[in-house]
């Protein structure tokens, strides 16, 4: 499920450590509980594997060098998902598809461990736009993985955002996948030019996907292996993509078949608006449907 140059690096973590992997500078963590790597471009969750389970997230096997994203994990879309560029202060009116936050470099704030898992705070080593923060808070045990995007907006006037946890779930096969949780949700078709439609029953994709759905349910995922659910906080938007058989530059179409993206958003049929001093909350939590309650 991950390139193995960098599996071998988990192994032979003890507990805690950060190094550079494919031009990346990354923290690794190896503990009783499972496994987490965040790259320190972009905040992002690269892998999550609990003790006893196989990795939850996909990573491309054959990464792009940097400056180019790295493809799987958790990317973070903020201020703007999409091409959606809402922030108003003029750096950012011509910025990066999917916004700022995914290629600047961020810092690790602090670990807290415990008894069940870590949590982990990360921050931007300089300011993405003129009136809005940003910080990341990852918590991860071994029956979750919780992430948290939180923007504040402290300049002096409204700001209007949108966002998302871009999730790549790792599964044995896109096209033989079950999504249950959007029955009856209305979904804008970008492939379509941003028809609306609702769903109709189970979403079983078999090609390329890429829609919108205006919801804020869990979504279950069935790969026909496992289930993993995916539960959002404060995103009206349930955003489900795969490139079918022709996917990006830096991933195989065989590849490709084992992932499947499920997001935690807010784009535009939920876009955010933030008056001066107020905070957003995006966020997205992972689990097995066997262990939900669980702390």
């Known amino acids: 499920m991950i390139p193995d140059s960098l599996?071998?690096?988990?192994?032979?973590?003890d507990d805690q450590q950060t190094l550079t992997w494919e031009g990346r500078e990354l923290v690794l963590f190896n503990q009783p509980w499972g496994q987490l790597a965040v790259a320190l471009t972009g905040a992002q969750v690269v892998h999550f594997q609990p003790a006893g389970d196989a990795p939850w997230l996909w990573l491309t096997p054959t990464p792009a060098a940097p400056p180019a994203t790295l493809r799987g994990g958790i990317p973070?879309?903020?201020?703007?998902?999409g091409d959606e560029r809402y922030a108003d202060d003029s750096p950012n009116r011509q910025g990066p598809f999917h916004g700022t936050a995914r290629l600047a470099p961020w810092r690790l704030e602090g670990v807290d461990e415990h008894e069940e898992g870590i949590e982990v705070h990360l921050s931007p080593e300089e300011r993405l736009h003129g009136r809005l923060t940003a910080r990341v808070v990852i918590q991860a045990n071994a029956r979750r993985l919780h992430v948290e995007l939180i923007?504040?907006?402290?300049?002096?006037a409204p700001v209007k955002i949108s966002a998302a946890l871009h999730t790549y779930l790792a599964v044995d096969d896109a096209f033989a996948c079950r999504l249950e949780g959007l029955a009856g949700a209305r979904y804008l078709d970008k492939r379509q030019g941003f028809a609306e439609a609702e769903q109709q029953g189970t979403l079983a994709p078999n090609g390329a996907v890429d829609r919108i759905y205006h919801s804020n349910a869990a979504v279950s995922v069935d790969d026909g292996r496992r289930t993993l659910r995916v539960a959002k906080d404060q995103s009206d938007s349930t955003v489900v993509w795969h490139p079918g058989e022709t996917p990006p530059e830096d991933t195989s179409p065989a590849a490709a078949r084992g992932f499947l993206c499920v997001e935690a958003a807010n784009t535009r049929l939920d876009p955010v608006w933030l008056v001066p001093g107020a905070q957003h909350l995006l966020g997205t939590t992972l689990t097995r449907p066997s262990t939900e309650g669980a702390a």
């Open 7 to 13: 599996q071998e690096r988990l192994d032979a973590t």
């Open 76 to 81: 973070l879309c903020w201020p703007w998902f």
């Open 151 to 156: 923007s504040e907006n402290i300049g002096d």
